[in-house]
């Protein structure tokens, strides 16, 4: 669908015709084929080469490594976005172009004919075993066909769209395998007797599922906190993207700054939350957990991608804090915090969401405390440093839009006597927990990011041997 999509927005119309029919029809798959053996989270170093011929195709070659549904006979063709060089364009990100290439390319009679693409290896993955994940070679033979998408050297930009979808799937993805882990964990949390409660001395008595131990407890609402708020996370980003596209001028503005900002977020605190999630839904099963006649394993090992495709934790990481953080003077940062501070003031109307709220608020003023901050030591150690811990902000940024979105969804239980009261009882704890289990782990991470202890620039690398 991505691949078609693309086709549809930046190729010219000719190819419509011959390639989305089929393709949203599911008859012909479709890839991003970006990554090379020495260009993974390194695009500008892409060096697969197109030469333009007399007809106005390319003759496209290279070889592209890890490209999910690369090649299989599920389906009749594989039509491939693939992002090449043309010869004497100009090195790194600038000099990348788009082009279809099909493994199968179509003859004047409508026939199919091999397009000299061809599947060198597959890999062996610990989860994601549905996919076909395939090493591809183009033009073995000098003959792999290629038509541009768009214009010359703007691959990279028609790509981050897709991208940027892409991502928030990502990040929708790592919650549904947790919350999948989740509801199987919970199940045999009910069903599963173990101990009883440890304020009792009688072993005469029946064992108590294991539901009604605290630490079980907590482990279930760490999941479920962790599920709905993150889907709610994505759902905002979905409602941002839907206002991008109704509205005209600053309020069109105002939403695409907030999805952009926030799309590092949505992709990447899921996909990083979502291994510990997962490994606590197996903690949950005890030993049984670790044994492949329960499914939770399988979700532990199917979550695993979410943090390495689509660009790696570190690099939303560098994206979040080298690029959105400062787009457009911090703007996209601002109208951001004008939302949060409508929900903060909602919630301090109400007794039982106020503390959190006040508690909120103190972080965001901390957050912004420490954006200035890392901006004086980006200007005074430059930006090797600046950047180094970009990871660590992720993760505080996204705890912090995290405690938002809890804040947002009790103001809506508060304000709509018609939501059904185990439900809204049911949010409230959640929203507790996460005030007095997660959101405080953010001391952590403040008190590094403002430590000028520089442990991971400027040393030896050798000394980590
Ligand atoms: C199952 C699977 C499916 C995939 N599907 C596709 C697909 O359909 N199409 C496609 O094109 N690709 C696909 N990929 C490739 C994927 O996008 C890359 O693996 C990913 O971008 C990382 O690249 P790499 O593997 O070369 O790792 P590297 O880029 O070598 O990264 C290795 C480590 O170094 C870190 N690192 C690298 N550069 C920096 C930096 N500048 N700063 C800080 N840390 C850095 C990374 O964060 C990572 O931890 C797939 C991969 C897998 C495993």
Known sequence: MGA???????????????????????????????????????????????????????????????????????????????????????????GISM?????????????????????????HKMGYKGAPIAHLSFGENNDCQGWLVGEENKGLSYMFQMMNEARISVGLHATSISSAAYYASLKYANERLQGRNIAEKNPELPQTPIINHADVKRMLLFQKTFIDGALCLELQCSYFADMERVTEGDEKEKYNLMLELLTPVAKSYPAE??????????????GY??????????????????????????????DLLGRKVMMKNGKAVMLLMQEVMQDIAKAKQHENTKAHATTLEKKLGQLQELSMHLMTVAQKEGVEVYLSDATLYLELFGTIVLGWLWLKMTNTCNENESIDKTFAESKFLCCNYFFEYELPKTEGLFTRLKSTNRVTVGIDSKLID
């Open 4 to 94: 078609a999509h693309l086709i549809e927005v930046f190729a010219d119309k000719k190819y419509h015709d011959v390639y989305l029919p089929k393709m949203f029809a599911g008859e012909w798959q479709g890839t991003m084929a970006l990554t090379e053996p020495g260009a993974g989270s390194s695009l500008s170093d892409v060096v697969s080469t197109a030469e333009k011929q007399d007809d106005g195709t390319y003759k496209l070659v290279g070889q592209k490594i890890f490209i999910s549904c690369g090649d299989s006979d599920v389906v009749d063709n594989v039509v491939h976005l693939m992002l090449a060089r043309v010869k004497g364009a100009p090195a790194g990100t600038k």
């Open 99 to 123: 082009f279809i290439v099909p493994r199968e390319r179509i003859t004047e009679d409508g026939t199919l004919e091999h397009n000299d693409v061809t599947s060198i290896g597959v890999y």
């Open 273 to 286: 939350m979502s291994n510990f999630s997962t490994s606590t839904a197996i903690q949950i099963f005890g």
């Open 289 to 318: 957990g670790f044994t492949k006649d329960f499914i939770a394993e399988q979700y532990y090992r199917e979550t695993r991608i979410h943090t390495i495709h689509e660009g790696t934790t570190a690099i939303h990481g560098l």
